[in-house]
């Protein structure tokens, strides 16, 4: 028996990993949090990054940062680039070091 956890599998399509809701088994349907679906094939570690490095599904992110109640990258990064703070009275580091 291998046991697998479903938030470490990241199927990559069109070289941009997406986020599951269940563990795949090969051959089956699936959907993404983002809504492609596809089929599952599992192929070694070895060769994922042979067609370049799968880069992160912004669609899904979204998804899984709402469902678990996290920030969203653009609400926590301001227009000038630097960090806001995460919590009230709490300053963050990178607010503190601002380019000027």
């Known amino acids: 028996m291998i046991y697998v956890d479903p938030q470490a599998v990241h199927p990559v399509i069109n070289g941009e990993?997406?986020?599951?809701t269940d563990v795949l088994t090969p051959g089956q349907a699936?959907?993404?949090?983002?809504?492609i679906s596809d089929t599952a094939t599992f192929k070694p570690l070895s060769e994922r990054r042979a067609r370049g490095i799968p880069r992160?599904?912004?669609?899904?992110?979204?998804?899984?940062?709402?469902d678990k109640g996290i920030p969203l990258q653009k609400e926590r990064i301001s227009?000038?680039?630097?960090?806001?703070?995460?919590?009230?009275?709490?300053?963050d580091d990178s607010a503190r070091n601002v380019r000027r």
């Open 17 to 20: 990993w997406h986020r599951l």
């Open 30 to 35: 699936f959907t993404t949090l983002c809504g």
């Open 56 to 66: 992160q599904c912004d669609s899904c992110d979204v998804v899984y940062r709402r």
């Open 79 to 91: 227009t000038d680039g630097t960090r806001r703070q995460a919590k009230a009275g709490h300053e």
